[in-house]
C-alpha cells in the first residue's frame, strides 16, 4: 500500500467517525425536542381546555363547552323585553331586579340540601327534575311541592337521541313525567326546559315543532341567561359559582339561573350558602321561583351554533 492510499483510508475512516458521531448527538437532540413539543403540546391543550371552561363559565364572553353541552348566553339572543342588555331596560317596569335559581338534573343526592338551604333563607326556587322512581326522589318531589318551589319538566328520560327522535317520543316523554309528577304531588307541571336548552341542535326534529307542541299544551318553556358555570364535568369550586352568578345578575334585571341539582355538584351546594344571603343583603332584589307571572327567558334557535 502506497502512501496515497493511506491517506485516501484515513480520510474515509474519519468522514466515517464524523456520521456516527453527529448521529450519536443528533438523535438525542431530536428525542428531547420530541418530548419538549409533546409536552409543550399537552400543556396547550390544558390551557384550551381551561379558556373553555372559564369562558363558559363566567356567562360574560360567552363559549361553548363541548363535555358539557352548554354554553354562555352572550352568544344567543334572549327574547323577553330588557334580558339582553344592561342599557336600562326595567322589564317588569318596577324597578325590581328578579332573580330565578333554577336547578337541573334532579332530584339526587343533594336534593335535601340545596332544599334545606332555601328553606333556611325563606327563598323559593324552580326545579327542572327527571324522572325517577325511587323512593328518596319520589319524597323530594313532594317536598320541592310541599315547601312552595316550582316543580318543571326536564324530560323523563334526559337521553337527547329518544326524547328529539319525533314529536311522538317527545311527546310520549313529557307525558310520562306529567303523570309521574301528579300522581306523586298532586300537581301538573306546565314549565319545561329542554335537555341542552331550545338552542339545542342535537334534535333530529326541528325544536320550532316541538315548541309548537308545548305550546299546544299550555306547557311554557324556560332557557336561561345565566349560567353558574356548575355544568362542566369538573365544576369549579364555590367561590368560582358564585361569581359566575353575581356577575350575571349584575347584568340583567331578570335573571334565571342554569344550576344543577346533581350528585358531583356538590360545589353548587356549597354557593348556594355563600350567594342567597349575598343576594338578600341587595337592595331591590326578589329571589322568585318561576311562575305564570314571569317572562320566559328563551333562546333563539335559529342563532345557535352549539352542537351538545
Ligand atoms: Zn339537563
Redesign the pocket.
Known amino acids: 500500500m502506497d502512501e496515497h492510499g493511506r491517506d485516501n483510508r484515513a480520510r474515509v475512516n474519519f468522514i466515517k467517525r464524523l456520521l456516527v458521531s453527529s448521529v450519536v448527538i443528533i438523535i438525542p437532540v431530536l428525542i428531547i425536542l420530541c418530548i419538549f413539543l409533546v409536552i409543550n403540546n399537552i400543556a396547550l391543550r390544558k390551557e384550551i381546555t381551561d379558556l373553555k371552561i372559564k369562558s363558559e363559565g363566567s356567562g360574560y364572553d360567552g363559549g361553548y363547552d363541548e363535555t358539557s353541552g352548554v354554553y354562555s348566553v352572550s352568544d344567543i339572543s334572549v327574547k323577553g323585553s330588557g334580558t339582553t342588555d344592561n342599557d336600562g331596560i326595567d322589564t317588569y317596569g318596577d324597578g325590581i331586579k328578579r332573580i330565578y335559581l333554577t336547578f ?2 334532579g332530584p339526587g343526592a343533594n336534593t335535601d340540601d340545596i332544599l334545606d338551604i332555601l328553606k333556611e333563607n325563606d327563598v323559593k326556587a324552580t326545579f ?1 327534575v ?1 324522572g325517577r322512581n325511587d323512593e328518596h326522589s319520589l319524597e323530594m318531589y313532594k317536598r320541592i311541592v310541599d315547601e312552595g318551589h316550582t316543580l318543571g319538566l ?1 324530560s323523563y328520560s ?1 337521553k337527547y337521541n329518544e326524547i328529539y327522535a319525533s314529536i311522538d317520543a317527545f311527546a310520549d316523554d313529557i307525558r310520562s313525567l306529567q303523570e309521574l309528577l301528579y300522581e306523586t304531588t298532586g300537581v301538573w307541571p306546565r314549565f319545561y ?1 329542554f ?2 336548552g331550545s338552542s339545542t341542535t342535537t334534535s333530529v326534529t326541528p325544536i320550532s315543532d316541538l315548541i309548537d307542541y308545548l305550546n299546544e299544551q299550555d306547557i311554557v318553556y324556560f332557557d336561561w341567561n345565566i349560567v353558574s358555570g356548575d355544568a362542566v364535568d369538573n365544576p369549579p369550586d364555590k367561590d368560582t359559582i358564585v361569581k359566575n352568578c353575581l356577575r350575571g345578575i349584575d347584568k340583567y334585571d331578570e335573571c334565571v339561573i342554569l344550576m ?1 341539582d346533581l350528585t358531583e355538584k356538590r360545589s353548587t351546594v356549597e354557593a348556594l350558602r355563600i350567594l342567597i344571603p349575598k343576594l338578600l343583603e341587595m337592595e331591590d332584589v326578589e329571589i322568585l321561583p318561576i311562575t305564570d307571572d314571569t317572562i320566559p327567558v328563551q333562546h333563539v334557535p335559529a342563532q345557535s351554533i352549539i352542537n351538545d
Open positions: 337541573d338534573d327542572f327527571v326536564h334526559h326546559r335537555p341542552g344543577h
